[in-house]
C-alpha cells in the first residue's frame, strides 16, 4: 500500500479545505432562505401581499420536499451517482428556483403577460406570490438535496477524524447565513428601495457558492483514485447492533421533526408582534410567544 496515498487524506489542511468549500455554499443557501423574512412590511406595501400570502411562499419551500417525496428521491440519486455529481445538481436547481423567485418580485414582472395569466386564478393569491412559490419549491429541493450531500460529503472526508468537529463546524457556518442575511437584508432594501435588490445579491453568493462545488468536484475526483482503502471493521453482534442503530435513529428523528416544527414556524416571523403570532397560534401560551419571537 502506498503511504503518500494514506497520507493525503489525513493532512488536515486538505480535509478542512473541503469542508469550506461544502459549507460556503450552505451558508450562502441559508441566507436566501431568509432573505425574505425581515422584509415582510415592505411586500405588503409595494407588492400587495397579506401576512397569509407571505406565510404561503415562506412555507413553499418544503411543499416538494414532503408531498413529492423529492428528499427521498435526492438521497437515492445521492447514493447512485455520488457526492460530487449530486452537489453540481443541488446546486443548479436551487440556482434555477432563486432565479424564478428573483423574476417574481422584480419591476420587469409587473404588467407581463406571465403576471396577467397568474392573476386570472387563485384571485387570493398574488400573482408575484404565486411564482415566488414556485421559485422557491424548486429551491427547496435542491437546498435540501445540498444539505444531504453536504453530510455524506463530510463523512467521505473526515471518516475516522474529527467528524464530529466538522459536522458542527458546517452546521455553524450555515447558520451564521441566517445571521448575517437578517442584518443585511433590510439594510440593502432600504437604500435600494426594492424589495428584489437583496434576493439578486443572495442569487449571485449561490453562483460563487456553485463556483465552490465546482472546485470541490475537481479536487474530488483528481484525488480520487489515490486514497487508501481503510481495512474493512470487523462484523460484531451485527443484527443486534443494527437493530439498536435502527432505533436510535428513529429516536434522533423524530426528535429532529420536533425541533423543526417547533422553531421554524416562527424563524420567519420574527417582525411580527407578539400579538399577531398569538392570533396565529391561539393554542400556544402567550409566554411562549414571546420567548420564540426573540430567535432571529
Not at 442575511?181 to 435588490?197: G, H, L
Request: glycine letters at 6%; hydrophobic letters at 55%; a positive charge.
Amino acid at each position: 500500500m502506498n503511504k503518500v496515498n494514506i497520507l493525503l487524506k489525513d493532512r488536515a489542511l486538505v480535509r478542512w479545505s473541503m469542508l469550506i468549500l461544502l459549507a460556503s455554499m450552505m451558508f450562502f443557501a441559508y441566507m436566501f432562505v431568509d432573505v425574505l423574512s425581515p422584509l415582510k412590511s415592505m411586500l405588503e406595501t409595494t407588492r400587495g401581499w397579506t401576512s397569509e400570502n407571505f406565510g404561503t411562499v415562506t412555507g413553499s419551500e418544503y411543499f416538494l420536499n414532503v408531498f413529492a417525496l423529492f428528499l427521498i428521491f435526492a438521497g437515492i440519486i445521492l447514493d447512485k451517482m455520488g457526492v460530487r455529481f449530486t452537489a453540481i445538481l443541488s446546486a443548479l436547481v436551487m440556482l434555477a428556483g432563486a432565479a424564478i423567485k428573483y423574476y417574481a418580485l422584480t419591476d420587469a414582472f409587473i404588467g407581463s403577460g406571465l403576471e396577467t395569466w397568474l392573476n386570472s386564478w387563485w384571485v387570493s393569491l398574488p400573482a408575484s406570490a404565486k411564482l415566488a412559490s414556485l421559485g422557491f419549491m424548486i429551491f427547496g429541493c435542491g437546498v435540501e438535496m445540498a444539505g444531504v450531500t453536504v453530510s455524506k460529503g463530510i463523512v467521505k472526508w473526515f471518516k475516522g477524524k474529527e467528524l464530529a468537529l466538522a459536522m458542527g463546524v458546517e452546521m455553524a457556518i450555515a447558520r451564521l447565513g441566517v445571521f448575517a442575511v437578517f442584518r443585511i437584508s433590510p439594510r440593502i432594501a432600504e437604500s435600494t428601495a426594492n424589495v428584489s435588490t437583496p434576493v439578486l445579491l443572495c442569487m449571485i453568493l449561490l453562483i460563487i457558492g456553485l463556483l465552490a462545488f465546482t472546485v470541490y468536484f475537481f479536487f474530488d475526483r483528481t484525488w480520487k483514485n489515490k486514497w487508501a482503502s481503510r481495512a474493512k471493521n470487523r462484523k460484531k453482534n451485527s443484527r443486534s447492533a443494527t437493530w439498536e442503530n435502527s432505533s436510535q435513529a428513529r429516536l434522533f428523528c423524530l426528535f429532529q421533526a420536533y425541533a423543526y416544527c417547533i422553531i421554524l414556524p416562527f424563524s420567519r416571523s420574527r417582525n411580527l408582534p407578539p400579538i399577531c403570532l398569538n392570533a396565529a397560534c391561539r393554542s400556544l401560551p402567550q409566554t411562549l410567544v414571546i420567548f420564540f419571537h426573540g430567535f432571529p
